[in-house]
């Protein structure tokens, strides 16, 4: 009888083994699911939060192109600048600059070009870029006025 009772415990003590594995396998298998799951959330969240940055710098740069040939229709000596963006301004939590070139297309009299350039969020060091230009063709002195020849 004491053959037997060894017996029975061992095989039970062995069952206890396989079980402790299965559930330590289980968990393991769990845990890992869980971090590829919280890797594609944050993953997810980073490409929403660059689409976004991008979306808005492209903005933003339009933005400045509308606001140079405003400032070109009324200031003829108008030259560019540096358009800082408060956060508030733009309904977030950060700020944006533009900077707004004018040159002169040389083939051209009457032509020039505008280049605006999107920091945002300004003065971050991972911050999204974004540059449009636009050939602009500046009104004469009659089309101002209104004389004609």
Request: overall charge positive; aromatic content about 8%.
């Amino acid at each position: 009888m004491h053959l037997f009772q060894y017996h029975h415990n061992k095989h039970r003590t062995q069952r206890r083994g396989v079980a402790i594995i299965m559930v330590i396998a289980f968990y393991a298998v769990a845990v890992a699911m869980v971090g590829v799951w919280v890797r594609s959330a944050l993953d997810h969240q980073q490409q929403v939060r660059r689409w976004h940055e991008k979306t808005q710098a492209t903005w933003l740069a339009e933005a400045g192109m509308r606001r140079a040939v405003a400032r070109i229709s009324y200031d003829e000596h108008y030259a560019g600048e540096r358009w800082l963006i408060e956060s508030a301004k733009l309904g977030g939590q950060f700020s944006a600059d533009v900077l707004i070139q004018i040159e002169p297309v040389e083939e051209i009299p009457n032509l020039i070009r505008i280049i605006a350039t999107a920091h945002y969020p300004a003065g971050e060091q991972k911050r999204t870029q974004s540059t449009m230009t636009l050939k602009y063709s500046l009104p004469t002195k009659t089309e101002t006025t209104g004389e004609s020849s």
